[in-house]
C-alpha cells in the first residue's frame, strides 16, 4: 500500500501564529474603518458588511490552512507472514487495485472515494488531451490548480468520472504502472 498526503499550506507553530496575527490585526483594522466611517455611511449597514468580511476571510484561511487531501493506493497483495506492529497479521479494508482519494480537514478524513482499477479508463498527465464528455462528472480532488492535475478517469455506476489530482512521483509511476497492466490484459 502507497499513502501520501497533500499539504496546502506550510505547516507549523511560525505560521499559525502568522495567520492568527494577520486576523486579528484584519480585526483591529474593520474596526478602526468601522468607526471611521460610522458617522458617514451608517453604523448598522457598515456593522453587517465588516462582519461578512471577517467571515469570508476566515473561511478562506481555513480553506487554504486546514484542507487537504490525502491518496491511498493498494497495489499488491500482502505477503502471509508480514504483521503489524502488535504482530497481528496485516489486512487490507480494501481490494488489492483500490484508489482511496481522502479529503482531509486537519489530520481527520472529512470524506473519501475510491475507484478500482477495473473501473479505471485513464489516467492522464496534467495538460494531455483525453477523453473529456460534456456529462462527465469531475472533480477535484486535490488543493492545487486543476491546469497542473493529473486526471484520473474512470467509470462507477454506469457513469464516467474524473478527478482531477496530484500525484507524487512514486504514485504516478504506481497507478501508470497498474493502467498498463490492465491494458495489457484487455489486449491479451
Known amino acids: 500500500m502507497h499513502q501520501e498526503v497533500q499539504q496546502n499550506f506550510r505547516t507549523g507553530s511560525k505560521g499559525d501564529l502568522l495567520i492568527l496575527l494577520a486576523l486579528v490585526a484584519g480585526v483591529f483594522l474593520i474596526k478602526y474603518?468601522?468607526?471611521?466611517?460610522?458617522?458617514?455611511?451608517?453604523?448598522?449597514?457598515?456593522?453587517?458588511?465588516?462582519?461578512?468580511?471577517?467571515?469570508?476571510?476566515?473561511?478562506?484561511?481555513?480553506k487554504k490552512r486546514l484542507s487537504s487531501f490525502g491518496y491511498a493506493f493498494y497495489y499488491k497483495e500482502v505477503c502471509l507472514d508480514e504483521a503489524d506492529q502488535y504482530g497481528d497479521p496485516i489486512n487490507y479494508p480494501f481490494e488489492v487495485g483500490t484508489f482511496i482519494a481522502s479529503k482531509l480537514s486537519g489530520a481527520k478524513a472529512t470524506s473519501y472515494h475510491t475507484v478500482h482499477v477495473r473501473e479505471m479508463i485513464d489516467f492522464l498527465p496534467p495538460r494531455a488531451q483525453g477523453a473529456q464528455t460534456e456529462d462527465m462528472r469531475c472533480i477535484k480532488m486535490t488543493v492545487y490548480h486543476k491546469k497542473t492535475a493529473h486526471r484520473l478517469i474512470f467509470e462507477q455506476e454506469g457513469k464516467t468520472c474524473c478527478w482531477y489530482i496530484h500525484p507524487s512521483k512514486e504514485l504516478t509511476g504506481l497507478l501508470n504502472e497498474a493502467m498498463r497492466m490492465k491494458k495489457a490484459e484487455m489486449n491479451g
Do not use: H, K, P, T
Open 33 to 62: 474603518l468601522i468607526d471611521l466611517f460610522a458617522a458617514v455611511v451608517g453604523g448598522a449597514l457598515l456593522q453587517g458588511i465588516a462582519f461578512i468580511v471577517i467571515a469570508a476571510v476566515c473561511l478562506f484561511v481555513y
